[in-house]
């Protein structure tokens, strides 16, 4: 990007030019300034005294000359994705929802400088659910599409490195194919995914805390009840939970936060009778808390990674290294 299209530049009069757009704030006649779209301070686009540089950045509430700069910055979209779906009796349907984009605002809050901050997709892949009420469910197809539509609008606009940050387990791998579809549909982008507490760093956090046995943190769980419960405990009707373990594990598969090697994801209705699995009657806001933080943790090791990383460039190949 041309050097006269990113930051800001002082002009005669007063003015000051944000990416090539003047921001001239000119006095009221009682002599004050009046509130303005966008203005700079100390190369800082402000508006009214919100100093906007200073806050995680929003993609959604940027103009665009500010999406210009970000991208200029090089900073990393993240991309919270999510779905609406049951989650036993006792949690609402975004627990999924709520969790991530939690995660993604605090990560977004402890890495301002690296990270613009995507509004969430709200609605994943979750078939197998729909015999509980409650599920939106996107087609495989389409809701790869969508996610990778996403990173391509952005790389289009000239951000080069996304990640998208999954808090539900069907999406993953359409998530996973998203990055990719993104990777080599704009040559030069680092495009990434990734579900939460699920680094080495993330999993011992999940061990520390963890009361239920194998099986006690699959869904609606000891897990995802203590992350709501530190987010929003009066959302969770904590007398309503119930424990429930009826997934058919076996050598190869079975569920919980890390699964089996073998895969195995029938009609949910056909072995759980309350929607979950696992022990949320073991959830506490406290575990949520501790658990909370190292997803955070997780999330701005990820985004200092990727932007750390240089954009590969495609090469002829080569029959022997020189």
Same mark, same amino acid.
């Given at each position: 990007?041309?050097?006269?299209?990113?930051?800001?530049?002082?002009?005669?009069?007063?003015?000051?030019?944000?990416?090539?757009?003047?921001?001239?704030?000119?006095?009221?006649?009682?002599?004050?300034?009046?509130?303005?779209?966008?203005?700079?301070?100390?190369?800082?686009?402000?508006?009214?005294?919100?100093?906007?540089?200073?806050?995680?950045?929003?993609?959604?509430?940027? @103009?665009?000359?500010?999406?210009?700069?970000?991208?200029?910055?090089?900073?990393?979209?993240?991309?919270?994705?999510?779905?609406?779906?049951?989650?036993?009796?006792?949690?609402?349907?975004?627990?999924?929802?709520?969790?991530?984009?939690?995660?993604?605002?605090?990560?977004?809050?402890?890495?301002?400088?690296?990270?613009?901050?995507?509004?969430?997709?709200?609605?994943?892949?979750?078939?197998?659910?729909?015999?509980?009420?409650?599920?939106?469910?996107?087609?495989?197809?389409?809701?790869?599409?969508?996610?990778?539509?996403?990173?391509?609008?952005?790389?289009?606009?000239?951000?080069?490195?996304?990640?998208?940050?999954?808090?539900?387990?069907?999406?993953?791998?359409?998530?996973?194919?998203?990055?990719?579809?993104?990777?080599?549909?704009?040559?030069?982008?680092?495009?990434?995914?990734?579900?939460?507490?699920?680094?080495?760093?993330?999993?011992?956090?999940?061990?520390?805390?963890?009361?239920? @046995?194998?099986?006690?943190?699959?869904?609606?769980?000891?897990?995802?009840?203590?992350?709501?419960?530190?987010?929003?405990?009066?959302?969770?009707?904590?007398?309503?939970?119930?424990?429930?373990?009826?997934?058919?594990?076996?050598?190869?598969?079975?569920?919980?936060?890390?699964?089996?090697?073998?895969?195995?994801?029938?009609?949910?209705?056909?072995?759980?009778?309350?929607?979950?699995?696992?022990?949320?009657?073991?959830?506490?806001?406290?575990?949520?808390?501790?658990?909370?933080?190292?997803?955070?943790?997780?999330?701005?090791?990820?985004?200092?990674?990727?932007?750390?990383?240089?954009?590969?460039?495609?090469?002829?190949?080569?029959?022997?290294?020189?």
């Amino acid at each position: 990007m041309p050097a006269s299209r990113r930051g800001r530049r002082r002009r005669r009069g007063g003015g000051a030019v944000l990416d090539g757009v003047s921001c001239r704030i000119a006095a009221d006649v009682g002599g004050r300034r009046p509130p303005v779209h966008a203005s700079v301070r100390g190369d800082r686009p402000v508006r009214g005294d919100v100093n906007v540089w200073t806050t995680p950045l929003r993609y959604e509430r940027l @103009t665009w000359p500010e999406v210009r700069r970000a991208a200029g910055e090089n900073r990393v979209a993240l991309i919270p994705v999510g779905t609406l779906e049951d989650h036993g009796p006792h949690l609402p349907l975004d627990a999924d929802l709520r969790i991530i984009s939690e995660i993604c605002s605090r990560a977004a809050q402890a890495a301002s400088d690296d990270v613009v901050l995507l509004p969430p997709i709200p609605h994943g892949y979750d078939p197998h659910h729909m015999d509980f009420p409650g599920p939106i469910s996107i087609g495989w197809d389409t809701f790869t599409r969508y996610c990778a539509d996403v990173g391509l609008s952005l790389a289009h606009h000239g951000f080069r490195r996304m990640l998208y940050l999954n808090g539900h387990g069907s999406n993953q791998n359409l998530v996973e194919m998203a990055a990719r579809l993104v990777n080599v549909q704009a040559p030069g982008t680092l495009a990434a995914a990734a579900f939460y507490l699920t680094s080495p760093e993330g999993l011992a956090a999940v061990a520390r805390v963890r009361e239920s @046995t194998i099986g006690g943190m699959a869904h609606a769980c000891e897990l995802e009840t203590s992350i709501y419960l530190a987010i929003d405990p009066d959302a969770v009707a904590m007398d309503r939970a119930v424990d429930e373990q009826s997934y058919p594990a076996g050598e190869h598969a079975w569920f919980d936060w890390a699964d089996g090697s073998l895969h195995l994801m029938p009609w949910w209705s056909s072995f759980s009778r309350t929607g979950v699995q696992g022990s949320p009657t073991l959830a506490t806001a406290e575990k949520g808390r501790a658990l909370l933080d190292a997803a955070v943790e997780e999330c701005v090791s990820y985004v200092r990674e990727l932007r750390a990383k240089p954009l590969g460039e495609r090469r002829d190949p080569v029959e022997r290294l020189p």
